[in-house]
């Protein structure tokens, strides 16, 4: 079942920088066609610490298409529980619980026509880019992409010497730019309006497909140059580690709530839970102990996604959905909070 967690062995660790490393995973065999992905996805992982359990969303940096392992890139966070863990404490050999890949966020190589990507990253925003990259260069042979990474110093760069190698490897199809805060080479500064504006003059093509990685303020700053030049936003890919800043209508929405029972459908059993006032329909499942699949419950992943088969909810956030997915009744039970009394959801839907 494609929702539940697996124990799959780390083979290896590699420490990329002074606050981040690259994690690899043996995947058995028998579980190579549930770890299936695309370039972009990302792996939901699940923890013991301390005797806490917790989930944590992080974007495949591997190649589906090239690399045996499947490898995650990993930043260590100011006081973060996970990203301390994986640093600091996590040994080759260790097992953990991964659940499959998922994700809205991907290049389908075998089927996409796209001739030309521009990707901006910022910081441990290059994992999925870097999946994207390696996939492209490789297997879409008329494709072109130019980089923009951003980063504080050159010692804080993740993965630099698998960019040197692409770099040097399509020097014709990949282009780099390295832009950091502190230098004194050439590209000084940070990815504000006025700095892609600059480094992009030439890339606002209405051809191009933008993909975009990276702190918040970097991704609301290339969407706003890339809106200025008309870049029609079905061409413009958004992935958020982060809480993503609310749309302008989405913000200051107030909702009346109070306590209501609905039905809940996962792992082919059925329950009927109390969802209370203010609570989303995930906090009532964990609260409930049906073990919700979710990693980072702020709308940024789907792994807590879930079709609605009735009634009415309100969703604070839906970054990380589709259009077409919110079309089709899907919800992400993270945000999503009963109005009526007949809701209905199916997480194996
Ligand atoms: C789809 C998706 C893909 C992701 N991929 C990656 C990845 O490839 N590499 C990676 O390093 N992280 C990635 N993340 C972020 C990751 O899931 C965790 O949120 C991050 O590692 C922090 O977890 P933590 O337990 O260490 O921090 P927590 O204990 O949860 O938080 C500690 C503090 O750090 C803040 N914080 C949390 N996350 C961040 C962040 N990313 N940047 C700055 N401050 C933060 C919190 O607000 C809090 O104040 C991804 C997130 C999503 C949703």
Do not use: W
């Not at 929702?3 to 290896?12: C, D, E, I, R, T």
């Not at 699940?46 to 940096?61: D, E, F, M």
């Not at 072109?144 to 770099?167: P, T, V, W």
């Amino acid at each position: 079942m494609a929702l539940q967690f697996y124990p799959v062995k780390v083979s290896h660790i590699k420490r990329l920088t002074e606050a981040a490393v690259a994690i690899s995973f043996d995947i058995p065999e028998e579980l190579k066609q549930v770890f299936a992905y695309l370039p972009g996805q990302y792996i939901t992982i699940r923890l013991n610490i301390n005797g806490q359990t917790v989930n944590r969303a992080y974007s495949l940096c591997s190649s589906p298409n090239s690399d045996n392992t499947l490898t995650i890139g990993v930043k260590q966070t100011e006081h973060g529980l996970v990203s301390t863990y994986l640093n600091q404490c996590l040994q080759a050999g260790d097992s953990v619980e991964l659940m499959a890949p998922n994700g809205n966020f991907k290049v389908d190589i075998n089927s996409n026509a796209i001739s030309s990507y521009v990707l901006i990253a910022g910081g441990s925003g290059i994992t999925p880019l870097l999946s994207i990259t390696k996939s492209v260069l490789q297997f879409q042979e008329d494709a072109k992409i130019l980089l923009i990474y951003g980063n504080r110093d050159a010692s804080s760069i993740m993965f630099f010497e698998d960019l040197e190698l692409l770099k040097k490897t399509y020097p014709d199809r990949f282009t780099l730019i390295h832009i950091l805060e502190y230098t004194d080479g050439e590209n000084k500064g940070i990815l504000s309006q006025e700095l892609l504006e600059t480094v992009l003059a030439d890339s606002f093509k209405s051809s191009n497909h933008y993909y975009l990685c990276g702190p918040n303020q970097v991704m609301n700053n290339a969407e706003a140059v890339l809106h200025m030049h008309n870049i029609d936003g079905s061409y413009i890919h958004r992935e958020y580690f982060t809480a993503p800043t609310p749309q302008s209508d989405e913000q200051d929405v107030s909702i009346e709530s109070s306590d209501f029972t609905i039905h809940v459908k996962l792992y082919g059993k059925e329950y009927d839970i109390v969802v209370e006032s203010q609570e989303s329909i995930l906090e009532a499942g964990i609260k409930n102990n049906i073990d919700p699949p979710y990693a980072c419950q702020i709308a940024a992943c789907c792994t807590c996604r879930a079709k609605l088969r009735s009634g009415k909810v309100h969703m604070e956030s839906r970054e990380a959905l589709t259009d077409d997915e919110i079309e089709e009744g899907y919800i992400l039970t993270c945000q999503a909070h009963p109005l009526t009394s007949d809701v209905f959801v199916d997480y194996d839907g």
